[in-house]
């Protein structure tokens, strides 16, 4: 680690193609620092002008050793993959070799006291059984030795960008409870990590990364309404709406854990607390976007309001480029 006071830290974004690192890699771009990343398909990327790119594979130890090599801290999204746990911890286990420091972005749970943390872990584990290995995960980067930051987000925005067609088609499907869904705009999470990246002093520990407000079903897909001029009903009571929806756009794991945390947002209010979106203004300096302002970006940038020519081809994945 050969960083001089003067110089950025070496960076490495792990899922530098997901919907996730996409916005990390934009947001270190912005600050004129060019990150290093690990991919399976460079294809994927948008533009790897800059990039210091390394095809490799999370499974395979050695391209992942190689590229994390000389760097001093790794960015990682746990990806949805039926291996996930392991992943992770091959991750975790080079960042400890190489002596990097790991950022970490996935689930994770804790309370105020140790006993409160495992009542609380338990408790998600029993309700949200898919999401144990998550959980696991969080808890593993806590107790890693990589000086870890773990950035905990709430709802992603986004995911109504991976279903941008089925929405231009009238229907909402992203479910919420009555009581609000807290949603984040996943640009602000990528500003938000560059921020800790670029920051060799910044805090280890855990913290969220909230929206400004949260939002019903019904409410989300008046702001879609209203935006693209046309009528959208909201379906996310609907499971075989749902179901529909993420087959056309999803595969695998993804798709099954997707379909799987969908049902169980309708049993879920995922609110935020004044001290978490507080937490979140202190991260990004500034306060983060709202819903309605991120459904505007979108539509202008896929030219999808009524009447334009429709940007998004059926059965495209938009949020899935980098
Ligand atoms: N959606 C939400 O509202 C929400 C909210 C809170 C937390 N989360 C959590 O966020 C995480 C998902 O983040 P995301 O949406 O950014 O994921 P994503 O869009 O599915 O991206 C996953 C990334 O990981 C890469 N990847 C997967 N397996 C790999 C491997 N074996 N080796 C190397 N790279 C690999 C993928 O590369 P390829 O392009 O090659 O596939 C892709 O770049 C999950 O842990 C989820 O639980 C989601």
Redesign the pocket.
Known sequence: MSTSPAAPPTILV????????REVVRALRARGVQPRV????PS?LASSDGLDVRV????DRASLVAAVAGVDVVFH?????AD?VE?TRTVIDVCEEEGARLVF???HVFGRTALASWAMRLGYGLLLPRYRG?IVIGRMVERSATDAVILT????MQ?DEVLLDVIRGGEFVHPAHPKGLNRVDLLDVGEAAARVLLDPSFPAGSYSLVGPRSLTGPECARVWAEALGRPVRYRGDDDAAIEAALSRHLTGY?RD??IS?FKKLRGFAVTASARELAETRRLLGRPPTDFVDFVARVVAEHGVQAGAQDGAPAGAEP??QA
Request: charged content about 30%.
């Open positions: 792990l899922g530098a193609t997901g919907l996730m690192g690990l991919v399976r398909d994927r490799g594979d999370l499974r999204v746990s990806p949805h993959e996930e992943l972005s996935g689930i998550k987000p709430s709802n992603f995911n993804r854990d997707w945390s949020g899935r």
